[in-house]
């Protein structure tokens, strides 16, 4: 079992940055593929980033070169660094665990996530 704790959402003015963390419980952290995803209201959760167990990244094209995805295995900690927000990545921003090692950008495969953090990017 994992449990997973974001923190680090609010409100920032467009071009500013935010770094979110995602506390996990559990000592398989390290094997496991954490994601962030994100979502706003009436629409579905979308894809934003994902790290896998030796550190390979993804990235959705939408946060490409201004997001950076990142985890420490020994303090069990993913993080999301967010730079050059805009008003369209404003949502709620999850945190996620996927108990294989291979990644995915389908939210539907992955076994754990995080009660959710707001961003809001006001222009």
């Known amino acids: 079992q994992v449990q997973l704790v974001e923190s680090g959402g609010g409100l920032v003015q467009a071009g500013g940055s935010l770094r979110l963390s995602c506390a996990a419980s559990?000592?398989?952290?390290?094997?496991?593929?954490m994601g962030w995803f994100r979502q706003v209201p009436g629409k579905e959760r979308e894809f934003v980033a994902h790290i896998d167990w030796i550190h390979t990244t993804d990235y959705a094209d939408s946060v490409k070169g201004r997001f950076t995805i990142s985890k420490d295995d020994y303090q069990n900690t993913l993080y999301l660094q967010m730079n050059s927000l805009k008003p369209e990545d404003t949502a709620v921003y999850y945190c996620?665990?996927?108990?294989?090692?291979?990644?995915?950008?389908?939210?539907?495969?992955?076994?754990?996530w995080g009660q959710g953090t707001q961003v809001t990017v006001s222009s």
């Open positions: 559990g000592r398989t952290f390290s094997s496991y593929t």
């Open positions: 996620a665990a996927r108990g294989r090692m291979s990644p995915s950008r389908l939210s539907s495969e992955y076994d754990y």
